[in-house]
């Protein structure tokens, strides 16, 4: 199973609305501002229940034959140490390898029979189990989620096998080097605290866990009150509530004790990893963000959005709307951006990852234009502008929300972090009250004269030191 990171980033409106042309006899229906707020307030609203174990049920009815539901756990490898790094990736591997009741060919075939589909993923601040089926069968599914959620049979066998399985993972994650520089972007930009862990762990970790470190963090962390039920699709919530209730109604507290909130600590640092055998350098520069439920996440979503991405196959040269897309596609060198949001319960980080051909020294100039376009999102950002990335803003998220399981994840996601699903219409009235100010405001506090991290790899060759990095940090934004 995969391990995801929770990164938002902006994403190109020809990547959300189809490129397909309509006909002179098929014009599309002029939806107006009236309308679009209107739906907004027509979504059948998110039902909330807790069971007396202290479980908390959430789902959204949606008129479709089938449906999501999954479990939403308050657990990933921010809870870990040094000496049990990877243990909540390598138990997410294991659950499905057949229960007390199951064995793993049962529990497969059971699936397939259904023909439904079963998948987790490990983040640093959250562990999800769901299954996507039809909604006759979500009965069926929550006990198998159920199963493996409290009966995990934690085989010594399939520990050894799965070792070797993660060990793989990892050589393939190696060779997306994305991924490998917001992981290194984590460990110095958090050094010293759990937020620097990799997700999956050191090797001498995979090594090592034994299967009393895997109960170990079960009986620590998968508590009742740490887990989220959420669903989407044909299933009314009086019906899911008692299906929760037979299936998780028996779960008991059996870790007491309030597990300490581990701290998370920013560190402005450099790490320049040289690679010559790679043709390109990828850098990533990135600042503290806000947390998830910080006022100020809205104003950085849409900073986020005014820069944008790019990659120089797209083309569009002068006609790209992004501002920072045209400066980058002018200067020749860079290959690619993205600009990205990272964000936990209580801090996030907020910055632009780029590929960069060193040639003709092209890494210094390419760092220098994003620190020039944080100044300009501070001092010259025009409303027409502004507008324009709240509506691209609006558009993605609203992207996001499309089919039960993207519905489910949004449900079970916002339960942890908020402790509510937050209603569409407020999200766009957020989105909508950002304006010049309040823009001004966050890059200002997050961005003007701090301390970045910076992350470059590859052919790093130019890349600027620490000291002249920090110093345009602070430079004129007035």
Not at 22 to 41: G, M
Not at 404 to 424: F, N, S
Not at 438 to 465: F, H, I, N, R
Request: hydrophobic share 35%; net charge negative.
């Amino acid at each position: 199973m995969a391990s995801k990171s929770l990164r938002l980033a902006y994403t190109p409106l020809r990547n959300v609305i189809s490129g397909s042309r309509h006909s002179s006899s098929a014009i599309a229906p002029i939806v107006t501002s009236d309308s679009y707020k209107k739906s907004l307030l027509n979504i059948n609203p998110t039902e909330t229940t807790r069971l007396s174990n202290g479980i908390c049920i959430a789902s959204e009815y949606i008129d479709t034959p089938t449906a999501t539901v999954g479990l939403w756990i308050d657990a990933g490898s921010r809870w870990e140490h040094e000496g049990n790094n990877g243990v909540a990736h390598f138990l997410e591997h294991l659950v499905f390898k057949g229960t007390a009741n199951r064995s793993q060919h049962e529990l497969e075939l059971e699936v397939e029979n259904m023909g439904a589909h079963l998948n987790a993923y490990t983040s640093r601040e959250q562990t999800v189990y769901y299954a996507k089926c039809f909604a006759k069968d979500v009965d069926r599914s929550m006990n198998i989620l159920a199963d493996i959620l409290q009966n995990p049979k934690l085989d010594e066998g399939a520990i050894e096998r799965e070792r070797h399985v993660i060990l793989r993972e990892m050589q393939e994650v190696e060779t997306q080097l994305q991924e490998v520089i917001f992981d290194h972007l984590h460990t110095i930009a958090y050094q010293g605290t759990p937020l620097s862990y990799n997700i999956l762990g050191p090797t001498k970790n995979i090594k090592s866990i034994t299967r009393n470190d895997l109960v170990d963090y079960i009986s620590r962390h998968y508590q009742p009150k740490n887990i989220y039920i959420a669903a989407a699709g044909g299933i009314d919530h009086a019906e899911l509530v008692k299906l929760a209730e037979k299936n998780f109604g028996a779960m008991a507290t059996t870790q007491e004790d309030s597990i300490p909130f581990p701290p998370a600590r920013f560190s402005g640092s450099l790490m320049n990893y040289r690679d010559d055998d790679n043709p390109f350098c990828h850098v990533a520069l990135a600042v503290e963000g806000c947390g998830w439920t910080n006022p100020d996440y809205f104003p950085l979503m849409v900073a986020n959005t005014l820069i944008g991405n790019w990659n120089r196959a797209q083309g569009g040269g002068r006609n790209i709307p992004s501002k920072f897309a045209r400066k980058i596609h002018e200067m020749g060198a860079g290959q690619s951006f993205m600009a990205f949001n990272t964000c936990y319960k209580d801090t996030g980080l907020w910055g632009i990852y780029g590929v960069v051909d060193p040639a003709n020294d092209g890494i210094r100039p390419f760092i220098m234009a994003i620190q020039s376009e944080f100044r300009r999102l501070y001092r010259s950002v025009s409303p027409g502008e502004i507008q324009r990335a709240k509506n691209l803003l609006k558009t993605y998220l609203l992207a996001q929300c499309d089919g039960t399981t993207a519905v489910c994840e949004d449900i079970g996601r916002q339960m942890l972090t908020y402790g509510r699903r937050i209603p569409l219409a407020e999200i766009d009235s957020r989105i909508e009250a950002v304006d010049q100010q309040s823009l001004k405001k966050v890059m200002a506090e997050y961005v003007y004269d701090v301390d970045p991290a910076l992350v470059a790899l590859g052919a790093t060759e130019g890349t600027p030191d620490y000291g002249l990095l920090r110093s345009l940090m602070s430079g004129p934004f007035e």
